[in-house]
């Protein structure tokens, strides 16, 4: 059943971006199902639901690698001890802000430092290969999938900065679905403190499917892009594949510093957002539930959701209106309301405010274990309303002759990065 419902997921999921396409009769059909197989392969290694295969090797490597980051954690966690004291808690009353963003500030630091040495470009290199043979992808865009997988959307577009100005139309749009279908590694740390809760085996457990979803999502936003937005000036696409040099420091301190610097601007930036988006929030539910005491809505719809909702709020209303997509991706019926509201808060405000909902819903045992798998997956991407100008802004500023095409692409980014995302979760639900 689980299965069934995976495939009916994906096949409405295409169905949307088809509808929403812009040239129907140019889609390359045979990219689209080898993207999907690409998902689909890479998600029975990564997850390996059947233990019968021969994945266990590579499975072990990745396993490995999410050790490694939660022992980072864990020294992230010394560090804020070391500067904030017993404030730096994992689920404490300040736990959030003295916890889980300097975990931002270290992993932005440790990107920067891979970079300086030349580690990512390596990794980028072999993602991007395996994209442009399997899915005969530009060289830009095949780089610019890879490096979304491991940095943010708009320090992804550097490493294909050469060639910016001279893509086109279909290219730009995939560089822009990929940023907003992918998660940066600045952030990865601090999902993994969220979910994990300060506990090391839970971490790993959810870093490897957070690893797993930023990198099966990356051929799903081709997907979804290509669809949107089919390439229809072949000649002027280029097949190189070169990673171009770019400076991340004149050392490893400096490279550090700036990593860290970066990583501060981004905590900040972060922590600003989450207390605009909580008070709206609060303003908001204030006014809906005196509307729902008005009509009589609150009693009802305490009694329908067993208590789980205290009324008629901004939570409840995510929940109805995306609960037949969390249907669709796997998730019970007792459980669609929920992880609805986590898909609305996801794309309404930011995945950062949709994975604190989802640790709370955890702790609190609101929804099943197949349940938070999904959503785990699902709000794995950066594909929110204020991404879009996050875009304009930063690739405009480095390729200004296509921050018109930017503008015009970003609701399109949009659509075909919450796409991508469900498209992974619907695998993911497939295989829990």
């Not at 050469?162 to 139309?169: G, I």
């Not at 789980?308 to 939570?315: D, R, S």
């Not at 002759?401 to 980014?413: D, E, H, K, P, V």
Request: with cysteine.
């Amino acid at each position: 059943m689980g299965i069934l419902r995976g495939v009916l997921g994906i096949v409405a999921l295409l169905g949307i971006a088809y509808l929403c396409s812009t040239d129907r009769k140019s889609i390359d059909w045979e990219l689209v199902v080898k993207g999907i197989a690409l998902q689909l392969i890479l998600a029975i290694i990564l997850i390996n639901p059947f233990e019968f295969l021969p994945f266990d090797g590579i499975r072990w490597g990745f396993q490995k690698i999410v050790d490694g980051f939660v022992v980072m954690i864990t020294s992230t966690e010394e560090a804020s001890r070391f500067m904030f004291g017993d404030l730096a808690q994992p689920g404490g009353p300040y736990g959030f802000a003295f916890f889980v963003l300097p975990t931002i500030v270290f992993f932005s630091a440790l990107s920067s430092l891979l970079y300086y040495l030349g580690i990512l470009q390596k990794v980028v290199y072999g993602f991007a290969w395996v994209m442009s043979k399997t899915m005969k992808l530009s060289g830009a865009e095949s780089l610019a999938a890879a490096a979304n997988v491991f940095i943010g959307q708009t320090e992804a577009p550097l490493v294909v900065k050469p060639y910016l100005e001279r893509m086109t139309r279909s290219e730009i749009l995939c560089l822009m679905t990929g940023g907003m279908a992918t998660i940066a590694g600045g952030v990865f740390g601090a999902y993994m403190g969220i979910l994990g809760n300060g506990d090391e085996a839970a971490m790993a457990y959810f870093g490897m499917h957070l690893l797993t979803a930023s990198i099966i999502s990356a051929p799903a936003a081709i997907v979804a892009a290509k669809i949107l937005f089919p390439e229809t000036e072949p000649d002027k696409v280029n097949k190189e594949l070169n990673v171009p040099k770019e400076a991340a420091g004149s050392n490893v301190l400096d490279a550090l510093a700036r990593g860290t610097t970066d990583g501060i601007k981004l905590a900040v930036n972060v922590g600003a957002m989450l207390i605009v988006f909580t008070a709206f929030i609060f303003l908001f539910n204030q006014i809906f539930m005196y509307i729902g005491e008005l009509t009589s809505l609150n009693e009802i719809i305490i009694a329908n959701s067993g208590g789980n909702y205290q009324g008629l709020t901004l939570q409840y209303l995510f929940g109805l209106l995306f609960s037949p997509i969390a249907w669709l991706l796997g998730v019970s019926s007792q459980d669609m309301v929920a992880v609805g509201q986590l898909l609305g808060e996801k794309t309404i405000l930011n995945e950062f405010f949709a994975y604190v909902t989802l640790g709370e819903m955890k702790t609190a045992g609101m929804l099943s274990e197949k349940s938070i798998l999904i959503a785990t997956y699902a709000l794995c991407g950066f594909a929110n309303f204020a991404s879009i100008g996050i875009q304009i802004g930063g690739i405009g500023a480095i390729a200004p002759g296509q921050r018109t095409t930017l503008s015009r692409f970003g609701i399109q980014a949009l659509i075909g990065g919450t796409i991508a995302c469900f498209l992974t979760a619907a695998i993911a639900g497939m295989m829990a």
